[in-house]
């Protein structure tokens, strides 16, 4: 078991282990991705993709083929689902959210990695592993040991590798229960109205809308907590709306049903040796705002080409241990909004009257901006040190004499987007891609781009941007 197998095994083929496969993939790491499911889910929920994760989308290329399986609407009412308008002017040329199938997002992006030739094996579960300074040796549910040289698990909240890597997941466990499910339903139309309307300003975690004929999507809080994790029954939500609701609407048929708390949780540490963590075996919380499986993409457009960096022989020494200084901070951030999102939900008089006067401070442009860019992702500035403020953001998409912007960010590579035509990549020309263009929409001479489009260097000193070469392409 001393040859590695593969570069990198990743446990897990949900969306942040499809995206982190095919980040790797573009830069030819041996990749197997594990999953022990046999077959993808089938239910059919949806799930938003906010504007950031839109727009990595769009630098791989893959933003339209995705953008025609789901549905646009305002980015907007995504703060505890308190309606107000998007704000004019966000800075991004997809300032949307895409409403999309969950199982749908799931197959384009396993599909992509697959294209670009990770291999994914299913009904295929880890059961343990030892790593040791060459590689991890990893053993599969069914005795079967693989070696490779960095494991990643992508396995969700009840992670196995988190769990076997003995990292510390502390948080708070949840205090309340959701259902949540489509089904059909016998009640009319206007009834359903009607019920909504006498307690939707009460109960905020709870509703029907129509989603089809005579089916809709059905959210009612439990009476308790559960410790299983098997979907719901239909009795269950028969049981809890006539609680709320003083009736069950004649639900029947149901499509698909589920059950979540509000169970907020950390890793301590993103990384221990080989072993890495990403997506929901990295924090969980609750779904309010729509953004955890943003946050998991996102964590694999971070973590691919660094790793691809380190297993490529050219990461600085540093590199890798980036990602836990730059993504750690930013899950922590998300669970308290999702905090801070579940206690406006309370149906208690003290929660209310908070919703009440953050509703009326919304109506503010700047308070209204500043939780919409907080919950799709595009205030995230990452510590590079001192400078100019879009140091360590994102670039949106502009144009530039090639076209755009993002196409020009399809092979996961680096970029130098030079204003003054006299800049060079020097040494650097295998792993970050120049081009000179005088007339490129900027308000800075020139800009380096790591491969997840956060901006690295701002100037038009050759010497200074060398160091920065060096610093994050070895």
């Known amino acids: 078991m001393d040859s590695p197998n593969f570069d990198v095994i990743i446990a897990g083929c949900g969306p942040a282990g499809a995206t982190l496969a095919a980040e790797l993939r573009l830069h030819d790491v041996r990749v197997l991705v594990l999953e022990k499911e046999t077959e993808p889910v089938s239910f059919a929920r949806i799930v938003g993709l906010h504007i950031r994760s839109l727009e990595l989308l769009a630098m791989r290329g893959l933003l339209e083929r995705v953008r025609e399986h789901g549905r646009q609407r305002p980015a907007a009412g995504f ?46 579960a880890v059961a343990g592993f030892e790593q040791d300074d060459d590689g991890v040796t990893v053993e599969l549910a069914d005795g079967e040991q693989l070696r490779t040289r960095y494991l990643v698990g992508c396995d969700g909240a009840r992670s196995t590798v988190r769990k076997l890597l003995g990292v510390g997941f502390p948080g708070e466990p949840s205090r309340t229960e959701t259902l949540m499910g489509e089904m059909e339903v016998k009640a009319s139309r206007e009834e359903i109205a009607a019920k909504m309307a006498e307690l939707g300003g009460i109960h905020k975690s709870f509703w029907l ?32 709306l006539r609680a709320i609701a003083g009736t069950d609407f004649g639900v029947h048929s149901p499509r698909w049903l589920s059950r979540f708390g509000d169970a907020t949780r950390l890793a301590e540490s993103y990384r221990v040796g080989r072993v890495l963590l990403a997506g929901d075996a990295a924090h969980i919380h609750p779904p309010t705002g729509g953004q955890g499986l943003n946050l998991g993409v996102q964590d694999a457009f971070n973590l691919g080409w660094k790793l691809a960096a380190r ?84 670039l949106r998409d502009i144009d530039v004499k090639q076209g755009r912007l993002y196409d020009l960010l399809r092979h996961g590579r680096g970029l130098l987007l030079d204003r003054t035509e006299r800049l060079t990549t020097g040494g650097w020309s295998d792993r970050v891609d120049h081009v000179a263009d005088p007339t490129a929409g900027l308000d800075v001479p020139c800009v380096l781009l790591r491969p997840d489009g956060h901006v690295a260097w701002i100037g038009d000193d050759q010497r200074d941007l060398d160091e920065h070469l060096a610093r994050w392409f070895g």
């Open 209 to 240: 809308r129509p989603v089809g004929e005579k089916v809709y999507s059905v959210v009612v809080p439990a009476s308790g907590v559960s410790d299983r994790a098997e979907s719901p029954t239909l009795g269950d939500f028969e049981q809890e």
């Open 311 to 394: 297993i490529r022989g050219w990461a600085p020494e540093t590199l890798l241990d980036t990602y836990q200084a730059e993504r750690h901070p930013v899950a922590a951030d998300v669970l308290d909004n999702t905090r801070a999102q579940m206690e406006l939900s309370s149906p208690e008089p003290g929660p209310r009257a908070v919703r009440r006067l953050l509703t009326e401070l919304m109506d503010f442009t700047e308070v209204n901006r500043y939780l919409i860019e907080k919950i799709t992702a595009i205030d995230i500035r990452y510590d590079f040190g001192e400078g100019p403020d879009l140091l360590g953001r994102r």
């Open 79 to 124: 703060f505890a689902a308190i309606a107000k308008p998007a704000p004019e002017g966000l800075d991004s040329a997809h300032a949307y959210l895409l409403g999309i199938p969950q199982p749908v997002i799931v197959r384009l992006l396993e599909e992509h990695a697959i294209q670009l030739g990770a291999e994914v094996r299913r009904g295929r």
